[in-house]
């Protein structure tokens, strides 16, 4: 298996533009986490999806951001407008549960995202 | 508001002795635990899950848990340069698959 894919790895762009960060989870996996790292606060659970739904939103920071999971294999977390304290690492980790109990998760690579 | 607290560090030890990196959790029904490793730059990694009180040992890594004491450590025997990242204590919430994450804890094997 390749892995959680997330894309791009490296975002620059200017305040106020729309941001799209893209993740593919690992095949089989039914949970998956957009979490946010900074130095500052470490890393932060934006929100949750089961099975496709989203189950916790309550880490999203503000109406700006936005994510969807349309189907098993991809999920989109989207900032729009941007502002210059969006930038971060952004991650996206899948996993199995709850049906085999809690494992930890797998990482993706994650987004470094610049907002200028 | 969960928590879970790590000394930052940076801990230094030398090559060959052992690491003890140490986490306390506010949440009682905290049920799962896990320690990443992530080097600079990098993504977590997961290296150990404990989910019940006392020890697990993994190679070189032991993981304990106390839920009494809500604490959990990682110990690291013969730490190798390779060892040095910074250590991510993690703690589901009581009947939950989210994990709280702790700031980490920055760990320097001196050769």
């Known amino acids: 298996d390749a892995g959680v894919i997330q894309s791009p790895r490296h975002e620059v762009t200017e305040m106020g533009q729309e941001v799209t960060l893209r993740c593919k989870p690992i095949?089989?996996?039914?949970?998956l986490f957009w979490y946010r790292q900074t130095m500052m606060r470490g890393l932060e659970l934006l929100i949750y999806?089961?099975?496709?739904?989203?189950?916790?939103d309550s880490g999203m920071p503000e109406d700006r951001f936005s994510a969807k999971m349309p189907n098993a294999s991809f999920s989109t977390l989207k900032i729009q407008p941007s502002e210059p304290r969006d930038s971060a690492v952004y991650f996206c980790?899948?996993?199995?549960?709850?049906?085999?109990?809690?494992?930890?998760?797998?990482f993706g690579s994650g987004t470094r995202l610049t907002v200028v | 508001q969960k928590e879970v607290e790590q000394n930052s560090g940076p801990l230094s030890v030398p090559e060959g002795a052992i690491a003890s990196l140490n986490c306390t959790y506010s949440d009682r029904g905290s049920q799962s635990f896990f320690w990443y490793r992530q080097y600079s730059g990098k993504s977590p990694e997961l290296i150990m899950s404990?989910?019940?009180?006392g020890d697990k040992e993994d190679g070189r890594f032991t993981a304990q848990l106390n839920k009494a004491s809500q604490y959990v450590s990682l110990l690291i025997r013969d730490s190798q340069p390779s060892d040095s990242a910074t250590y991510l204590c993690?703690?589901?919430?009581?009947?939950?698959?989210?994990?709280?994450f702790g700031k980490g804890t920055k760990l320097s094997v001196i050769p």
């Open positions: 980790a899948s996993s199995l549960a709850p049906e085999q109990g809690l494992e930890g998760y797998t």
């Open positions: 993690a703690a589901s919430g009581a009947g939950s698959y989210q994990l709280t």
């Open positions: 999806f089961n099975n496709n739904v989203p189950i916790d």
């Open positions: 095949s089989g996996h039914n949970s």
């Open positions: 404990i989910y019940s009180n």
